[in-house]
């Protein structure tokens, strides 16, 4: 006879025992940080109507659009780009649940709320952009096309195209919509086969005036995201009578295409084919010939770069909610699994060394979601005309900061995280493996790190005073902090001090014209961008921490994060050395043959 332990595995293949799955909490009140942040952020009113809704959303994720997102992640996008007789179809196949999340994105005012007239525009983009960072994860990326969707609004409204051309501002009311009947989404393409960093060097789009503000395009896009979209924002190089047509950026010019015509029909696009990607592949990306494709030029001639840039200051915003979207999901399920599975005979939660692992995590995660709430706040400031001189050079200067930060620290992290879930993290009919994947794209696309570093000495290099700009923000962030009886949120705010000024002494050597020949600059832009977020993190947190209602959880967050890693990791002049580049070059192509 068998004893009852082994006849357990008698009539069931799978035995009697099976694992606890990972619970998705409301993501809302799950944030450790989120509700208490906008708390301190607004006026009661605008708090009340901003925690309402993300309450409300977030049941919605657990409730219906997680589930969404998952089934866009199980039917991937399909392409037939010709019939079985040879006949261009061009046809883009996309399960039901990406059009509903479509709708979703209009219903839940996901563009719409950044453009709510009735708000102050201080609140309402920092009230859109948690909304994003809950989103996000869910989406199954229709985080993408939203994105690209809010850019192509905020640039018909920046470049003043809305009083000139017609089909900017029909697109502009049906972008910022919340009836999924007339909403409509943008796509954005700009990178070509020879590359998306240099989109000057790289445009190879052509364009023929026909009449008025409308052109003939012809060229090939090399990604287009989200290629179902309704309207595109796309740049190309207008042809002279002569034929030709100005090489480089300064030969650009931005152009609105609607991608069919009323009767349906593709307007000269072609849908070459799909785009295989290690991940994003709920989202359609296509490569597109544009085959005399009707454009309407929106932008000033020549000045295509400098207005799509509006649209990709927006978009990095979303990439940034993104990121730490992830973060913060990955973080939150770790969180719920940890009471639930059992190791050597005790929860996880109860064993410090997984703890421990968890709490580097999760204040890495809560430095991030201040950073983005914050450059938020400084971008509807921005919006609203009351941003001081010193708050406008700081959303552009923190614009690629957050993007690149979020982007480089979440990938790591969100490896850790899966480690969490041990061989079930990574299994895929968990679910849990997209995120990583999917997080990958985010210091990718949207400028990567090195471009994005790139961008922030442009700003550094330009006639303003940012450094001193941002300085005095960091000094005013941590100016009552430092005076705290708390030992900890005073040494938190010394650290900061201290970085801020050894940040301005690095820049200061950078601008000493003896040193010209023994420098490059841009070897150490990535060094300089990672100190300036770690700086402006540092300071955020050590300003919460400093809040009479701050929580301990608060405290020893912003102690971790300023002092026990320096918060300018190894950045001094030689960073930028060329005797240091030198040396790089030496490592790197040891034993390379060409
Ligand atoms: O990747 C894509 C994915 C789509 C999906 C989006 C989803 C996102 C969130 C999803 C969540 C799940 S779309 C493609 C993205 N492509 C890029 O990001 C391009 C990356 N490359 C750059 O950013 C480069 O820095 C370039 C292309 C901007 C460099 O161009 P130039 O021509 O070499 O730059 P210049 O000559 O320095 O700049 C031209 C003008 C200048 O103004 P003026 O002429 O007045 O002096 C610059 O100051 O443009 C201005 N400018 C800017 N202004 C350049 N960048 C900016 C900026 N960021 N903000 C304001
Ligand atoms: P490259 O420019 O070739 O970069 C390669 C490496 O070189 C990077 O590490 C980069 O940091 C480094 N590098 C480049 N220049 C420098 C420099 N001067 N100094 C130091 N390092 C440098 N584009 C669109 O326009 N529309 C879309 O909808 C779109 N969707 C996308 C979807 C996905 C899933 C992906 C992966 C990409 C998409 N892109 C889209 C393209 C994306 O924007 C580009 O891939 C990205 O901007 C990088 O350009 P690249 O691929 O040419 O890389």
Redesign the pocket.
């Given at each position: 006879r068998m004893n009852s332990r082994a006849t357990a595995y008698a009539h069931a293949k799978t035995g009697n025992y099976s694992l606890e799955p990972p619970q998705l909490h409301n993501p809302y009140r799950d944030d450790p940080v989120l509700d208490r942040t906008l708390r301190r952020m607004m006026p009661q009113s605008e708090y009340e109507k901003t925690a309402s809704d993300l309450d409300a959303f977030g049941e919605r994720i657990v409730r219906e659009i997680d589930y969404l997102g998952r089934q866009c992640e199980i039917n991937e996008p399909e392409l037939v780009a010709q019939d079985a007789w040879g006949k261009r179809a061009d046809k883009l196949k996309v399960c039901p649940e990406w059009i509903q999340l479509k709708r979703v994105l209009a219903e839940e005012g996901l563009v719409a709320i950044g453009y709510d007239k009735a708000r102050d525009p201080v609140y309402r983009r920092v009230h859109q952009t948690a909304k994003l960072m809950m989103f996000?994860p869910s989406?199954g990326?229709v985080?993408?096309p939203?994105?690209?969707t809010d850019g192509a609004a905020k640039t018909f409204q920046a470049i003043g195209a809305l009083t000139t051309h017609p089909l900017a501002r029909e697109a502009f009311e049906r972008l910022i919509s919340r009836d999924p009947n007339v909403s409509w989404t943008s796509g954005?393409w700009?990178?070509e086969k020879r590359g998306?960093?240099?989109?000057?060097g790289a445009c190879d789009t052509y364009a023929v005036h026909e009449e008025g503000d409308t052109y003939r395009l012809n060229g090939y896009k090399w990604?287009s995201?989200?290629v179902d979209a309704d309207v595109a924002v796309t740049v190309a190089r207008i042809v002279d009578k002569d034929g030709k047509a100005i090489e480089?950026?300064?030969g650009?010019s931005l152009f609105l295409i609607k991608l069919r015509e009323n009767n349906g029909d593709l307007n000269g696009v072609q849908m070459v084919r799909l785009k295989d990607k290690m991940g994003t592949r709920q989202l359609p990306t296509a490569e597109l010939l544009l085959d005399g494709v009707k454009a309407t030029l929106i932008s000033t001639p020549g000045?295509g770069?400098?207005s799509v840039?509006?649209m990709?200051?927006v978009?990095?915003l979303?990439?940034a909610?993104?990121s730490i979207g992830y973060m913060r999901r990955i973080l939150s399920l770790a969180r719920d699994y940890s009471s639930r599975r059992s190791v050597f005979g005790r929860l996880q939660k109860d064993w410090p060394l997984h703890v421990r692992t968890m709490a580097d995590l999760e204040v890495e995660v809560r430095a991030c979601t201040l950073f983005l709430l914050d450059v938020a706040r400084l971008v509807g400031l921005q919006e609203s005309g009351k941003a001081t001189e010193e708050e406008a050079l700081a959303v552009?200067l923190l614009?690629?900061v957050i993007k690149a930060y979020a982007g480089k620290v979440c990938v790591p992290l969100i490896s850790e995280g899966i480690e969490c879930f041990g061989g079930m993290g990574y299994m895929e009919d968990t679910g849990i493996p997209t995120i990583l994947r999917?997080a990958q794209?985010?210091p990718i696309?949207?400028?990567?790190t090195n471009?994005?570093s790139?961008?922030v000495l442009?700003v550094l290099g330009?006639r303003d005073n940012v450094v001193g700009a941002f300085s005095k923000t960091v000094a005013v962030l941590v100016k009552d902090a430092i005076k705290s009886k708390n030992t900890k949120v005073a040494a938190s705010a010394l650290a900061v001090h201290e970085a801020t000024k050894g940040l301005g002494k690095v820049l200061l050597s950078l601008a000493d014209s003896s040193l010209k020949d023994t420098v490059r600059i841009d070897a150490g832009a990535r060094h300089l961008l990672i100190a300036l977020g770690r700086v402006y993190c540092g300071a955020l947190l050590t300003n919460e921490a400093n809040n009479s209602d701050a929580s301990n959880a608060e405290v020893l967050s912003a102690f971790r994060y300023c002092n026990e890693r320096p918060l300018l990791g190894n950045l001094s002049i030689d960073t930028f050395s060329n005797a240091r580049n030198d040396d790089d070059s030496t490592i790197v192509y040891e034993g390379f043959v060409e």
């Open positions: 996000c989406s990326m985080s993408c939203l994105a690209m954005q700009m990178t998306g960093s240099d989109v000057g990604f995201s989200a480089g950026s300064k650009l000045r770069i400098a840039s509006n990709l200051n978009t990095r979303h990439n909610a993104a552009r614009t690629p999917d794209v985010t696309w949207e400028g990567t471009v994005l790139l961008d442009r330009g």
